[in-house]
């Protein structure tokens, strides 16, 4: 079985999906971020389609022929390399790197836009932040990410048996969640060009912002399990 979990960032997924792993014997997790394009893939992407697929996430950066053979070649108990994108280097790890596996009885593929639809082309016109507005004022960038949704992710997303969506209570809550994270991550000593003031976090979640509060919209009438997050990430009344 192939269990999609979608969640948006900081919710706790990838928490969750190692809890699992631990509880249930067998259980092989695969993260959407591995899946990742090469940094040169990525850096032909922004200079032929547009500058903001420099920043990594949203769909068109993932390499989704990778994600089908994996899937496909786990399922059929093939022998298979699993994809590793090592965030260090921003590239793909290289295959001496990458973990040998074989027949798993679950898998657990997570992601922050695992499981999702295309937004539909009239609700693309008017920008849903400053990003939007003064980077992709002429909506070139989110159609074109829309598009591949719509397209090469629907034939990966087709490989779950079932879906289960870590529902965020807001957008504001995305937000402070990543600001958490990053909080967490100075505190810890990290320093570099990666680690991100709450000025740079609040540009860089911008990013996601439309296909998260679309996936929010749109994902809980549809997942086959919905876990409702409060502020906190607890679990509340639904």
Known sequence: MVLGLCGAQGSGKSTLAAAVARAVPGTLVLSLDNLYRTRAERSDLAATVHPLFATRGVPGTHDVDLGIATLDALRAGEPVRLPRFDKAIDDRAAPADQVAVRAPRLVLFEGWCVGARPIDEAELVAPVNPLERDEDGQGAWRRAWNAALGGPYQALFARIDR????????????????????????????????????????????????????????MPGRADLVLPLDERRGLRAS
């Open 163 to 218: 879906l289960v969506l870590l529902e965020a209570p807001g957008w504001d809550a995305v937000l402070q969640w990543r600001r958490e994270q990053e909080h967490a991550l100075r505190a810890s000593g990290a320093s570099g060009p990666g680690v991100m003031d709450d000025a740079a976090v609040a540009r860089f979640i911008q990013h996601y912002e439309r296909l998260t509060r679309h996936i929010l919209a749109e």
